[in-house]
């Protein structure tokens, strides 16, 4: 059975600057700046968010060219956009595991191809659906495989936030868990019935947050 625990999770914004602020206003802390995604023609803010994951803030980069393929996270979606244009919104939480390609294959759901990326002497396997679309709408994560190494958050500031739950609301949880228990992460959210939604609970120095 593969490892796996969440690592890290994404709020999607118009423009970083306006994520920056809205953070600063709801978390009580600036998110620094992180790094440019080549082939997505995207950009992020990031910092530790505690158990070795960290809190990414994404926007698309309005400095790169259009990229190859569909922006992943839905960031191309018209729907997306104009909902990010009102305020930063919880867009997919991302699972680190140790066996990518036995994740795939026990997948009851597609969960997209698999996406090389590199940084500096750093590689990363990622799924990513070909549309840039959310498997079940962000209720079900992406997956991670790092090359080994330390964790990125370990080079990244610690503010005092940090991941306390994952919410998945679900009009039938217990389908959902079913779900989750195939792909070996029922232990990293807890679900609840309604409308489908997606949200993270944080600890920030100023008390608990709630992001959706």
């Known amino acids: 059975m593969p490892s796996n625990k ?67 996270f839905t960031l191309d979606d018209p729907t997306t956009r104009a909902r990010l244009a009102e305020r930063p919104r919880a867009l997919c939480w991302v699972v680190n595991t140790d066996d990518l390609d036995g994740v795939l294959a026990a997948s009851p759901v597609d969960l997209g191809e698999v996406v090389d990326f590199a940084r500096g002497d750093r590689t990363w396997r990622l799924t990513v659906p070909v549309d840039g679309s959310l498997p079940m709408g962000g209720l079900l994560p992406a997956f991670i495989e790092w090359s080994p190494g330390p964790h990125p958050s370990t080079g990244q500031q610690n503010l005092g936030v940090t991941l306390k739950n994952v919410h998945l609301h679900h009009p039938d949880p217990e389908a959902l868990s079913i779900t989750l228990k195939a792909l070996s992460i029922d232990h990293l959210a807890k679900l609840h019935e309604g409308p489908e939604a997606l949200s993270f609970e944080l600890g920030t120095p100023t008390g608990s947050v709630t992001l959706d």
Do not use: Y
Request: with cysteine; aromatic share 6%.
């Open 6 to 72: 969440i690592d890290h999770f994404a709020i999607g914004t118009d423009t970083l600057e306006k994520g920056v602020a809205a953070m600063s206003d709801t978390l009580g802390v600036e998110v620094p700046r992180g790094s440019k995604h080549d082939a997505m023609s995207t950009h992020n803010c990031v910092m530790q968010a505690g158990n070795e994951s960290f809190f990414e803030l994404i926007a698309i980069d309005p400095d790169a060219p259009d990229p190859s393929r569909t922006r992943w």
